[in-house]
């Protein structure tokens, strides 16, 4: 293993350990920190959500609508 080897010295076989007990301590601090400030950024999710279902059901509309009103007559009967 990595850990047996003698070129090691007695702080990069240190460094691992302090890494997990830093990486163990993170969550702690997380929570600590309180709610995240991400209200604006939920409505613009929410309005950008919607726009694009908007959009999403016009642009069918739209070639319907195209569609319809060149198979129509002209009203000078052509």
């Known amino acids: 293993m990595a850990s047996d080897d003698p ?3 007695g702080d990069e076989r240190a460094e691992p350990e302090r890494l997990r007990t830093e990486n163990t301590a993170l969550p ?3 929570q600590a920190a309180g709610p995240r400030p991400g209200g604006r950024q939920r409505w613009r999710t929410i309005v950008a959500s919607l726009l694009i279902v908007l959009g999403c059901v016009l642009a069918p509309l739209s070639v319907v609508a195209v569609w319809t009103a060149t198979r129509s007559p002209t009203p000078t009967g052509t």
């Open 28 to 30: 702690a601090q997380g």
């Open 7 to 9: 070129a090691l010295t």
